[in-house]
């Protein structure tokens, strides 16, 4: 990938011509070494509202005449994992970190944390497109739900035979887990249970799963190592 280098702690970089090249922008977050860097989230509403996770959590604004990007570092410690932006209402942020989901509704300046909330590390948090409302979080424990913007949460994963779920993704019409090599998918339907989807031969550990939002039965998967 042109213009990206190998960094063992993580590093951010930037595209401007969809993704032909690449900048590294490191050095302009303030963090300290061995700070790694797991999450990139952007305001659907308004493209200069960039949010970063990782050992810290920081929210990009511009200053001044050429409307540079600076980070702002949230005083409030989270590891955040996955970051998810409400659609609807964009001042609403989610986080998930270590066994807690943390929830921003002034666009990441302040934040409350429901801790013990899923169980071990959460890996993603996805906000279902038909009912902002509703989100899930995926945990190498389990699935988690919350059908009250982040209120309170519920264990979502019987029917799912495996403890870790290591990605997620929602659709209005269905949500689509992987879990020790396979992915499954659950569907809006009277019978309300999980079913197995094809999975590549080659399928590992699954970084991160894309549904086409036009046509959900399109699924795109991102792949560690196979």
Known sequence: ????????????????DGGASWTDISDSVETELYAYFYSVAVDPTDEDKVYVGGSY???????????????????????????????????????????????????????????????????????APADPSRVYVSSYAGLFMSADSGATWNSSHEGIYAASISALAAAPSKVVVQNSGYLMSYNNNPDNVWQYVVTPESCGTVCDILLNSENPDIVLILEDYG
């Open 1 to 16: 990938m042109t213009g990206c280098t190998h960094y063992y702690y993580g590093a951010l970089f930037k595209s401007s």
């Open 57 to 127: 959590f920081y929210r990009s604004f511009r200053t001044g005449r050429g409307r540079e990007v600076s980070w702002e570092r949230s005083p409030t410690s989270l590891l955040a994992y996955s970051i998810e932006v409400d659609p609807i209402e964009p001042s609403r942020i989610y986080v998930a970190g270590y066994q807690s989901v943390s929830i921003s509704t002034d666009y990441g300046q302040t934040w409350t944390t429901h801790n013990g909330c899923v169980r071990s590390s959460a890996q993603h948090v996805e906000i």
